[in-house]
């Protein structure tokens, strides 16, 4: 009798450690939940380790780069409500007012300085000029921003309350796609030369 309780237990811990975790299968289906789990006999432990040592290329328009560590690129965080990512501000860099519709966001600096903000929805202000060991919350879906604030480059590591925070920039949401400008124009009351400059500055047409 004990010998069966004991292959009993065996088999149960064996079928129920693949419901500890769903370490994303990127080659599979993505749904709102995230993506579908690997094979537990396909999971290692490079599933769970993801390095964020390298600095990201600065070389564009905001002088500002965020490498990833979400389920995309970190596939052991799916369907644990958590990710992690990398801030890299060159002087003059600026990550430009941009929301996360699935997360809030955790920052913490950890070189150089950074003016960090965001508006909540009855359009106060929370501003920030944050220092090597601080950290900001920025709530979700609020709008917010990061800006190098003096002469250095500036590293700082965002966490999120998501695998799959999203990401929506309101500069390339209004001037980086088709929207016509007459549209943009009477929704934000620029002028015609100011939304066109914009528009060709980041791409957009119409």
Same mark, same amino acid.
């Given at each position: 009798?004990?010998? &069966?309780?004991?292959? %009993?237990? @065996? /088999? /149960?811990?064996?079928?129920?450690?693949? #419901?500890?975790?769903?370490?994303?299968?990127? +080659?599979?289906?993505? $749904?709102?939940?995230?993506?579908?789990?690997?094979?537990?006999?396909?999971?290692?432990?490079?599933?769970?380790?993801?390095?964020?040592?390298?600095?990201?290329?600065?070389?564009?328009?905001?002088?500002?780069?965020?490498?990833?560590?979400?389920?995309? !690129?970190?596939? *052991?965080?799916?369907?644990?409500? &958590?990710?992690?990512?990398?801030?890299?501000?060159?002087? *003059?860099?600026?990550?430009?007012?941009?929301?996360?519709?699935?997360?809030?966001?955790?920052?913490?600096?950890? !070189?150089?300085?950074?003016?960090?903000?965001?508006?909540?929805?009855?359009?106060?202000?929370?501003?920030?000029? /944050? +220092?090597? $060991?601080?950290?900001?919350?920025?709530?979700? *879906? /609020?709008?917010?921003?990061? &800006?190098?604030?003096?002469?250095?480059?500036?590293?700082?590591?965002?966490? %999120?309350?998501?695998?799959?925070?999203?990401?929506?920039? @309101?500069? %390339?949401?209004?001037?980086?796609?088709? @929207?016509?400008?007459? &549209?943009?124009?009477?929704?934000?009351?620029?002028?015609?030369?100011?939304?066109?400059?914009?528009?060709?500055? #980041?791409?957009?047409?119409?």
């Amino acid at each position: 009798m004990l010998q &069966i309780f004991f292959l %009993f237990s @065996l /088999l /149960l811990f064996s079928s129920s450690h693949a #419901l500890d975790f769903c370490v994303a299968d990127p +080659k599979g289906p993505i $749904g709102p939940s995230g993506y579908s789990c690997k094979i537990p006999a396909k999971v290692t432990v490079e599933d769970f380790v993801f390095s964020l040592g390298k600095a990201g290329n600065t070389s564009n328009i905001i002088k500002a780069a965020v490498t990833p560590a979400f389920a995309a !690129q970190f596939p *052991g965080v799916n369907g644990l409500g &958590i990710s992690f990512a990398r801030l890299d501000l060159a002087p *003059g860099g600026v990550i430009p007012m941009h929301t996360h519709p699935g997360a809030s966001e955790l920052l913490l600096v950890v !070189q150089g300085h950074i003016l960090a903000g965001f508006i909540s929805s009855d359009n106060s202000v929370y501003l920030k000029t /944050l +220092k090597k $060991g601080d950290i900001m919350v920025f709530p979700q *879906g /609020l709008l917010h921003f990061q &800006i190098n604030a003096k002469g250095k480059t500036a590293i700082a590591f965002p966490s %999120f309350s998501s695998p799959d925070p999203g990401l929506q920039i @309101l500069d %390339f949401a209004l001037f980086a796609n088709n @929207l016509p400008s007459a &549209i943009v124009e009477k929704t934000t009351f620029l002028d015609d030369a100011t939304v066109k400059a914009l528009k060709a500055v #980041l791409g957009g047409t119409g």
